[in-house]
């Protein structure tokens, strides 16, 4: 069995991770513009707290514990759960570690500057709720089921802005559910491709 992916599998993944890094970070400057407009400045005290930065870390961790530990069930339960994850992975293709962990560093920083931090903070916990579960929408159950499921966590992260009143914490909380995801759906698709390589190799169908 090979270790290394094919190169137009790498080649389309570095793609689409270097399409998120620009959208993610057009969508915190917008975020941040936003903000400098509503607030004619940028408060630090918007992203932490230096008298309770531990609480915020603490209740992020909590808070991904519970969506991973959510998703989790669901993948073994629902047969939609594991088509979304089968659609996300043919889009993301085989991310490595590093890609993964770029990709929620930036997603986790970017989303909760922009609907937490501008949508929130101007328009209100419901329709920052409401628009970003609509940024995870597409057509079919299993990407209803990605919408549902950004709701809740949506909803989830909000509400730790309100008990907070800084962003830290659903940073925290959304890099980690990404970060945990994305890795294992990366390094899934890896395996996925060298099982493939090691039946073409010996003449088996592939999976």
């Not at 509503?38 to 603490?58: G, H, K, M, N, Q």
């Not at 069930?73 to 991310?95: C, F, I, K, S, T």
Request: charged share 15%.
């Amino acid at each position: 069995m090979s270790d290394e992916r094919p190169p137009d599998a790498g080649l389309e993944s570095t793609q689409v991770v270097q399409a998120a890094w620009a959208f993610y970070l057009l969508l915190a400057v917008g975020g941040v513009v936003w903000i400098g407009i509503r607030e004619e400045t940028i408060p630090a005290s918007l992203f932490f707290d230096p008298t309770s930065w531990y609480v915020d870390l603490a209740a992020g961790a909590l808070t991904a514990g519970l969506l991973i530990g959510v998703w989790r069930y669901g993948m073994r339960r629902l047969a939609v759960a594991r088509q979304l994850e089968n659609r996300l992975g043919d889009v993301l293709g085989p991310l490595t570690g590093e890609q993964a962990v770029s990709l929620a560093i930036f997603s986790g920083i970017a989303e909760e500057i922009f609907f937490r931090g501008a949508v929130q903070g101007s328009w209100g916990w419901v329709w920052a709720t409401i628009l970003f579960a609509l940024l995870h929408t597409g057509r079919g159950a299993s990407l209803g089921l990605w919408t549902l499921f950004a709701a809740v966590a949506g909803g989830l992260f909000g509400g730790l802005v309100v008990w907070r009143g800084n962003l830290l914490a659903p940073i925290v909380a959304h890099f980690l559910v990404n970060a945990v995801n994305l890795t294992q759906l990366g390094a899934e698709r890896r395996e996925d491709g060298e099982d493939g390589d090691g039946d073409g190799d010996t003449g088996g169908d592939g999976h």
